[in-house]
């Protein structure tokens, strides 16, 4: 029989590959794990949100990770809690729940707080 699957025994680049992507998916559930620990733990919503954002920076090896809450006013997400070495670039980032037509702004996110790669979508959007 043909072999539909590739060789038997992949080259080192691969192995390498693989290896790596187990060790991130190991990464994300111990992440998982902690954080599903923690929601029966915390006192109230700050401790919670404190405690998952110091597991993922710790436990899933994330520069950054923040939660935010919306302004029900403004409509502008705001971070309650951060953690990891960028937490400062979080003041460059804005992030709308509302479209913002005027700004070129359909999803809602305020152009600073996008990617290029959102950028490049929002464009093929419009």
Do not use: N
Request: hydrophobic letters at 40%; glycine letters at 8%.
């Amino acid at each position: 029989l043909e072999r539909t699957h590739g060789p038997s025994h992949p080259p080192a680049r691969d192995a390498a590959t693989h290896a790596a992507c187990l060790r991130r998916t190991s990464r994300l559930y111990a992440v998982l794990s902690h954080v599903g620990e923690a929601v029966f733990r915390a006192s109230g919503p700050d401790e919670l949100f404190e405690t998952v954002c110091r597991i993922a920076v710790e436990q899933g090896v994330f520069p950054l990770v923040w939660i935010g809450m919306a302004d029900p006013v403004t409509g502008e997400v705001r971070p309650a809690t951060a953690a990891g070495l960028a937490v400062a670039s979080l003041t460059e980032v804005r992030i709308t729940v509302r479209p913002e037509p005027e700004r070129g702004c359909r999803m809602g996110l305020a152009p600073p707080g996008l990617t290029d790669k959102e950028k490049h979508r929002q464009k093929l959007l419009q």
